[in-house]
């Protein structure tokens, strides 16, 4: 299947990988039967990749909701985007959305989606972050005119979607794995091991990712391996990602990332591709 240029993330999301698109894509096989990505967050890789058969899979389940409506109504989410201002007061509005439950259930999947790409666009950063709760809570971001309708960008994305086989999953990371064969390629981008203190800006979902979650990643990687499946990690450059995967091939990249609570390490910061190929 052709690619098209067009096809790109819709929305930032937290350690995106568009500035390492170039130094991933060099390590990716030439040939594979499946695309497997447990953590998809912005998509960035599968849309570059833009491969014919595709499992993916967050547990962030208004992304994956977002995706769905992109795939299934993709003019319907236009539609209501074009009605989203960009004002402080209805911003914030509509973040709050998600305190009352009960209401916010009342939502379609449209009015959802469009909540997403609104808020994403809109908020600091740009960045989607929830609290240990679930709810949005980044604030405005106070930008002159931000392209809150990327009419030719979303249509690529549903066309993409629509004429390739690209199964979205909503759940743990491990449960895609149920079937997978030797020949297919499975990408990791797992929230990062924290650099420093409190630089654990997991807060796309509630509950977050800690090490235990790591090791068990890794003995996935294992299980894999024994499998003769290819894959590819991302994670952060520390000793205990390190010593985790040592036993695998490790490549450093930089990376600029301005998530630190560290002020003096932000910028740029090593980090590692992992791979048993």
């Known amino acids: 299947m052709k690619k098209n240029p067009l096809v ?8 995106g990988k568009r500035q390492l698109l170039s130094d991933i894509m060099k390590l990716i096989p030439h040939e594979f039967s499946t695309y497997y990505e447990p953590f998809l967050g912005g998509g960035a890789i599968l849309f570059n990749l833009q491969p014919t058969y595709a499992i993916v899979n967050d547990i962030n389940e208004e992304l994956i909701n977002m995706y769905l409506v992109i795939k299934n109504d ?10 989203h201002r960009n004002e402080a007061s209805y911003f914030y509005k509509l973040r709050e959305l998600d305190r009352n439950k009960i209401e916010y259930r009342k939502l379609s999947d449209v009015e959802r989606a469009s909540r997403v790409i609104y808020l994403n666009k809109t908020c600091y950063n740009g960045l989607f972050r929830v609290n240990q709760r679930g709810e949005f ?5 106070k930008y002159k005119n931000p392209n809150i309708v990327n009419e030719k960008r979303l249509l690529a994305v549903s066309d993409y979607l629509n004429k390739a086989n690209v199964q979205f ?13 030797k020949g297919t390629f499975v990408y990791f981008d797992p929230p990062y091991d924290p650099l420093t203190c409190s630089a654990n800006f997991t807060g796309y979902v509630s509950g977050g990712f800690n090490r235990d979650e790591q090791i068990r990643l890794k003995k996935l990687c294992d299980r ?3 499998k003769e499946v290819r894959f590819l990690l991302s994670n952060s450059a520390t000793d205990f990602i390190l010593e985790l995967y040592k036993d695998y091939k490790i490549s450093f990249v930089k990376a600029n990332r301005v998530l630190n609570c560290d002020f003096n390490k932000r910028g740029s910061v090593k980090e590692v591709l992992v791979r048993n190929y």
């Open 137 to 141: 809570n980044a604030p405005f971001g």
């Open 8 to 15: 790109a993330p819709v929305v930032k999301w937290v350690g």
């Open 74 to 83: 993709v003019h319907k989410l236009i539609e209501d985007l074009k009605k």
């Open 224 to 226: 894999l391996t024994q």
């Open 169 to 181: 999953k909503c759940g743990d990371f491990e449960d895609i794995f149920q079937s997978i064969e």
